[in-house]
């Protein structure tokens, strides 16, 4: 059985960083196949995809977040990173990593960030 577990997020101020990590269990060494991906969702709005990752290390990241983003993986560590700087009261919204393969899909449970003083 395929787990995500989130960590990282928290109370941050305006202009502060977040990592957050995500490490995947019960996936094996196909870990390496899948697409990444954080998705966020803020109260009352639609999930939506923050950065993805592929297998060969091509990323994408929403417009929103361009330069602001980084999105990395450590195969190895079964784990996937996001690093979101100068945070906005915007970025404030559950964050959830995501593995795809095909068909194969699979969820964390979410770590939430706030960006408030």
């Known amino acids: 059985q395929v787990q995500l577990v989130e960590s990282g997020g928290g109370l941050v101020q305006p202009g502060g960083s977040v990592r957050l990590s995500c490490t995947a269990s019960?996936?094996?060494?196909?870990?390496?196949?899948?697409?990444l991906a954080w998705y966020r969702q803020a109260p009352g709005e639609q999930r939506e995809l923050v950065a993805s990752?592929?297998?060969?290390?091509?990323?994408t990241y929403a417009d929103s977040v361009k330069g602001r983003c980084t999105i990395a993986r450590d195969n190895a560590e079964k784990t996937v990173f996001l690093h979101l700087v100068n945070l906005k009261p915007a970025d404030t919204a559950a964050y959830y990593c995501?593995?795809?393969?095909?068909?194969?899909?699979?969820w964390g449970q979410g770590t939430q960030v706030t960006v408030a003083s």
């Open positions: 995501h593995m795809l393969w095909t068909t194969n899909r699979y």
């Open positions: 990752i592929t297998p060969v290390d091509a990323t």
């Open positions: 019960g996936v094996g060494m196909s870990f390496m196949i899948y697409t």
